[in-house]
């Protein structure tokens, strides 16, 4: 288990440095509590377990480590959208309880990729990533981002038309409070019943009371989440009870080489600002100014 706040700040009452996770909350009773605080580094991209306002204020720099987990978790995206899409799980399941006694037509039928739409909810390093790796499986790819610039083949649309078109949805937005909960009972009630929803972003992008309510009654087809709101999801929770859900334990990054150089980067992020100087990677680079 991740440490609580009270065992962080006594455990770094005297550090200069913070590494942290992002299972840990660093916010503004922690920032304060920690005079010496030179620096912080996040050894992850999304940097929604840091108050960067308040860092900012105390003139602390926050590092992260952008780029090297985007080939990752694009692949682990696509993993577990051909897993859900073509019941890789529930067939395991399926022949481990015995039920497989012959072979039929009609038993565990996916859905199909070619000439399928993919819908990309966030158009940034890893969604376009994403959409490179759709094109060897014949996908049409949308994607909805008001800041991201045209990129080959993949076509820029209103938010209403990914919701109507795609058959498939992932997303790839970070959390902020616009984007909380951004997938709700009402977005998911535009989507085709048989859309299959993907999220290797953040939890909290999705209203999961809503998201389990539409798979329960089969209102879209199913979802797979790396990612949920908490971390880790209860062994009890109500999405654990669907066999249209397919949840891992956030691991879109957990490839060795990729895990290495997360670590490397946040390493030299705390160095760098251990020594005064600038973070190879800053999320609040007004700091300096």
């Known amino acids: 288990m991740p440490p609580g706040q009270a065992e962080l700040i006594q455990r770094a009452s005297d550090a200069h440095g913070l590494l942290c996770l992002l299972t840990d909350k660093v916010d503004r ?10 620096v912080i ?16 204020e105390h003139r602390i720099p926050v590092g992260n480590t952008p780029d090297v987990l985007t080939d990752a978790t694009a692949d682990m995206t696509f993993a577990l959208l051909m897993a859900c899409a073509r019941r890789i799980v529930e067939a395991d399941h399926y022949v481990r309880a015995g039920k497989w006694k012959t072979w039929g037509p009609q038993l565990l039928l996916g859905a199909d990729f070619s000439g399928a739409t993919l819908g ?27 800041s991201a610039k045209p990129k080959h083949e993949a076509i820029p649309v209103g938010m209403e038309q990914i919701l109507r078109e795609a058959d498939f949805i992932s997303l790839h937005v970070p959390l902020t409070t616009e984007t909380r909960h951004m997938i709700t009972s009402d977005t998911l009630s535009k989507c085709k019943n048989t859309v299959i929803l993907i999220n290797t972003s953040r939890g909290g992008i999705i209203d999961q009371e809503a998201l389990y309510d539409v798979l329960k009654n089969h209102r ?15 062994a009890n929770h109500p999405l654990l009870t669907l066999d249209n859900c397919l949840v891992t334990p956030h691991i ?22 251990l020594h005064g100087e600038k973070l190879p990677n800053c999320v609040n680079p007004e700091v300096y100014t």
């Not at 009773?29 to 030179?38: D, G, Q, R, T, W």
């Not at 580094?41 to 900012?56: E, P, R, Y």
């Not at 957990?254 to 390493?267: G, I, N, P, V, Y």
Request: hydrophobic fraction near 50%; aromatic fraction near 4%.
């Open 29 to 38: 009773s922690v920032i304060e509590a920690l005079p010496k605080l030179k």
């Open 41 to 56: 580094s996040n050894m992850a991209v999304g940097v929604d377990n840091i108050d960067i306002k308040v860092a900012t």
């Open 120 to 146: 990309l909810i966030g158009f940034g390093r890893i969604g376009v990533a994403v959409a490179q790796r759709a094109r060897g499986f014949n996908l049409k790819v949308i994607y909805y981002d008001p």
């Open 220 to 234: 879209i087809l199913a979802a797979a989440l790396d990612v949920t709101e908490p971390e880790p999801l209860p």
């Open 252 to 273: 879109a990054s957990a490839s060795q080489r990729t895990r290495e150089k997360m670590a490397l980067m946040a390493a030299q992020n705390l160095i760098a600002g």
